[in-house]
Nanobody, 125 residues
Framework: QVQSVESGGGSVQAGGSLRLSCAAS????????MGWFRQGPGKEREEVAI???????RYGDSVKGRFTISRDNAKNTLYLQMNSLKAEDTAMYYC???????????????????WGQGTQVTVSS
């Protein structure tokens, strides 16, 4: 059974930090490009950060320099270290895999699957 389980969310004050984790099971984690996405109240789901099979990374403009995506293939786990959090980072955060299995990571959210239930991040100003 394919499963992605996010954890690590919570409520923090602006300027604080959180580390999200995504535990993957039921699929060969190491061969997939993985990503973190978020959806705030009344907003569309947006890409936050992507990491390729080779460890290459890509970030959304709003999180560059503050967030760091990483992966541990031995543990089938994806991480998102979030520093200098802002109120506008408040959202449900999801992890997902680029199911196309191409050499490069997609920039299209619809190409991602194996979505988890998400973990809520709330930042108070």
């Amino acid at each position: 059974q394919v499963q992605s389980v996010e954890s690590g969310g919570g409520s923090v004050q602006a300027g604080g930090s959180l580390r999200l984790s995504c535990a993957a099971s039921g699929y060969i984690f190491s061969i997939y490009c993985m990503g973190w996405f978020r959806q705030g109240p009344g907003k569309e789901r947006e890409e936050v950060a992507i990491i390729g099979r080779d460890g290459s990374t890509r970030y959304g403009d709003s999180v560059k320099g503050r967030f760091t995506i990483s992966r541990d293939n031995a543990k089938n786990t994806l991480y998102l270290q979030m520093n200098s959090l802002k109120a506008e980072d408040t959202a449900m955060y999801y992890c997902a895999a680029d199911t196309r299995l191409r050499p490069y990571c997609s920039g299209v959210t619809a190409d991602f699957g194996f979505w988890g239930q998400g973990t809520q991040v709330t930042v108070s100003s």
